[in-house]
């Protein structure tokens, strides 16, 4: 299993994106929130709002993922994947049902193994 925690400009983006990955079967759940975002940009601080969005699904899936994202926003942005240790078991039955394993695996098999 994978988590992509996302940033983005605003939640229609999110939505959208979301749509897209779930439809596909590229992900079995999304959550998107908004935040506020301090950075440095151009020597600068800056603080702006931003929706962070969640992205649930089995390893193998960053570059579709990245695909989608692209196709919807055209500004820099953060795309992080993060592999849980540990997940409960009714939850990863869901996304196996859901998500079909992808055919070309990206990454590391989580710690237990399980997808």
């Not at 596909?24 to 440095?40: L, M």
């Not at 993060?82 to 939850?91: C, L, S, T």
Request: glycine share 4%; net charge negative; aromatic share 12%.
């Amino acid at each position: 299993m994978r988590i992509y925690y996302v940033t983005l400009n605003t939640a229609d983006e999110a939505r959208q994106i979301s749509r897209v990955l779930l439809e596909k079967q590229f992900a079995v759940c999304t959550n998107w929130f908004p935040i506020t975002c301090a950075y440095r940009w151009e020597g600068k601080t800056a603080e702006e709002a931003e929706t962070v969005l969640v992205i649930k699904t089995q390893s193998g899936y960053r570059s579709t993922i990245e695909q989608v994202i692209r196709e919807h926003i055209n500004y820099t942005n953060f795309i992080a994947e993060i592999a849980p240790e540990f997940v409960n078991e009714g939850y990863l039955k869901w996304l196996n049902t859901e998500v079909p394993v992808a055919a070309n695996r990206e990454g590391c098999q989580p710690a237990n193994s399980k997808q």
